[in-house]
């Protein structure tokens, strides 16, 4: 399958190398690279299944710090290894080979995960006729959510932080399993396609033995009435949009 290079969104600065047969990045995937918390207790960051590597990317725009990349999949280790040496980030991020599950035995911790999973369980709106790479990308098959949170909460630190975009009809099933892994929620946003329009993302940061309590922040609209996007999500693209 041809392989293509396109600009990172309006970063003239960065390229990605992306294949029609495997899973591309998406509006969720530069949400939760903004979304999540860079505080200064943060040494380095995990990306689980990072595919192609477009959050690592993304993430180097707002930090120098180091990043790990975690993919099962051989094909998609191949190109975010491209897409990272393609951009000059050898020195920063590392693309790891490797299943999750296995990963987190052997890893060093670290206070920042991220992860955009596979949002469908298999049964559920599932196209498994796809390509072999999209299956795995959009549904449970390599890795289910309870084994993503369970994952985490082994790899972080005590008060480091796990940060998902998932979509809501699952929030209740996440916000359970975060807790009985003590992760506790502290940040939740919903995301909107525009005005008048119900949720169809959120996104969710929680806290390694966590206190309890959660702020749900201002809604996230991803598009204006006309269908453009809106001026916090253009940002969100690396556009300059005047205040």
Known sequence: MQEVINYLLAYDDLKIIQRKDMF???LDTVLLANFCSITKDVKDIVDFGT???????????????????IEVQKEAVDIALKNVSMNHLDHQISIIHD????YVLKAPHTKLVLCNPPFFKVGEESHLN???????????IMIQLEEIIYSASS??????KLAMVHRPERMIEIIECMKRFHIEPKRLRFVYPKHCKEANVFLIEGVKEGRSGIKIESPLYAHNEDGSYSDEVRKYFGENIND
């Not at 595919?51 to 990349?69: D, M, Q, V």
């Open 130 to 140: 796809e390509s072999e790479y999209l299956t795995i990308a959009r549904h449970e």
């Open 24 to 26: 591309n990045f998406s």
């Open 99 to 102: 299943d999750i599950k296995k």
């Open 155 to 160: 790899l972080l630190d005590f008060g480091g």
């Open 51 to 69: 595919n192609n590597a477009a959050i690592p990317l993304l993430l180097s725009k707002r930090t120098n710090k180091p990043i790990r990349g």
